[in-house]
């Protein structure tokens, strides 16, 4: 298994700030910006809001190729194709079971605060008309892509995903014969992230954009307005995080929530800063193999998770649902909420990450199953951006846990090193992504779990 080549730091000695450092630093000055300037001057801020767009356009343009360069590296590089099985059956047993328990809480929490009841929405109207097919023949068929090569152009993880996985299981069959081709695409993810560092330098002017823009939009009324579903939905995510996730994590690896989610406090900023969990894909993938987990554990695993792993919005579309109902004066039944959540988390998938994707799968689900409620998802438009942070916030904790569950699980992972890392002894190579550094100590040939 591939390991940081970083020298672990001198106990009292004073960390060199690297650039990376600064560009966080200006992120957070940026965001405490854009909020005065919402505050402050909103129909000027509104203006800002093509800034947040580009930004976010600009690393969705790298997340295809960066999923299609891990996927096929990490299966093209395993000896035995039964070991991809092993892993992909387990992150999606997982990924299923956690997907359920969230719709469950959500679905508790909905039922003990009500919310939405005694607002008279009855004649709020929503436009449907641009929504995607969200049946189940609509979202296998969008599994499969138009040709081999638009995967990477079409901006779908899920077909993505499918072309990658081809394409690693092709290489693995090649044996010998791919392993050039295996080294050519190697040598494409570290160009790939080396763009994605040169992209990343105009994040203080996406964040700006994006926080000026919303407030700028909403302004503080519209969210005390609508408080009431906002905090309750803050405070579930929170407590799957801290409790569910956190209570899990400890059982199996022995590993503090808290330790987990400092060593990914950057990303959580670019994901509050932008309102998508995708711009810190990238990040995920490289922490993860920094950590001490097997290639092959997280390009399975994290890019599968961020389309099946989806306990933030899972939650999300439970309360957002009850909260509709309530307002129309239409009570969901209990056998009526199970029907519609469980079809909701079907039609969800690979919808994580994009930003008011969540928006677009709860009104595509109440369109296809209940269109009677769909007018009702205008009421929430407003303050959809900012639980869009905690969804996002929560999928990405979500998809960090299953991949050290699972990397444990396939005992693919190094305990010693991942002590080492959360305990802040071998930092995070900020200037390279620690890509550089992986791909020379890659093998082609990965120990499988026993």
Known sequence: MSKMTNSPRVPGARRRLDRAHYLYMFVIVAVAAGIAVGLAAPDVAKGFKPLGDTFVLLIKMMIAPIIFCTIVLGVGSIAKAATVGKVGGLALGYFLAMSTFALAIGLVVGNLIHPGTGLNIASSTYDVSTLPDSSTAGFLMGIVPTT?????TAGSILQTLFVALLTGFALQGMGSRGAPILEAIRQIQILVFRILGMIMWVAPIGAFGAIAAVVGNTGIAAVIALGTLMIAFYITCALFVVVILGTLLKLVTGVNIFSLMRYLGREYLLIVSTSSSEVALPRLIAKMEHLGISKPVVGITVPTGYSFNLDGTAIYLTMASLFIANAMGTPLSIPEQVSLLLFMMIASKGAAGVTGAGLATLAGGLQAHRPDLVDGVGLIVGIDRFMSEARAVTNFTGNAVATILVGTW????????VTRVLRRDD???E??????????TTQPAVATAP
């Open 427 to 429: 930092p995070f190579d």
């Open 410 to 417: 396939t005992r693919q992972i190094d305990m010693t090193q």
């Open 148 to 152: 081999l090569l638009s995967a990477l």
């Open 431 to 440: 200037t390279s992504m620690s890509v550089d550094a992986h791909a020379a």
